[in-house]
């Protein structure tokens, strides 16, 4: 434990290859990683939380769902229409950036993202987390119904 700390103090911060993305494991907060864990997750439920929402209202919200993404355009035609060119101030975007269509809100938190996956990955391999990484079976009366 003590050697881990040293190794990451000696190794430097940690860097993200491509784009920012959460790991396949993601929400899991194993013994040894609580304090990159709770950092991450302060950071995705404020800043992220707060970039995505201000992506959504500008209108570059992006869905993984081809229907909802078409719904969206749909709207946005609608309202373009019905409202007049917002006039943006010069004192707003000094304030904030405006948000633009390729951002990401998860790279607000980009380093966190790669403190937590050093640590995970870890801190998984170890005996004592290896049931975070086991999949688990559902019982089938609490699954939805495919037929509704």
Request: hydrophobic share 30%; glycine share 2%; aromatic share 8%.
């Amino acid at each position: 434990m003590v050697f881990n700390r040293i190794r990451d103090a000696l190794s430097g911060t940690p860097t993200l290859e491509g784009e920012s993305k959460l790991p396949d494991y993601f929400p899991v907060e194993p013994s040894g990683c609580e304090k990159h864990a709770q950092r991450l997750f302060e950071c995705l439920a404020k800043d992220a939380t707060d970039k995505a929402r201000d992506i959504e209202k500008a209108g570059f919200a992006k869905s993984y769902y081809p229907d909802v993404e078409a719904e969206r355009l749909k709207k946005l035609k609608i309202n373009e229409e019905k409202k007049p060119a917002v006039v943006i101030s010069a004192a707003d975007t000094d304030k904030k950036q405006l948000p633009s269509p390729n951002d990401n809100p998860l790279d607000e938190c980009r380093t966190l993202i790669a403190y937590y996956k050093r640590c995970c990955d870890r801190e998984l391999k170890k005996k004592k987390n290896w049931i975070l990484t086991e999949p688990y079976r559902v019982q089938e009366e609490y699954r939805y119904n495919s037929k509704e």
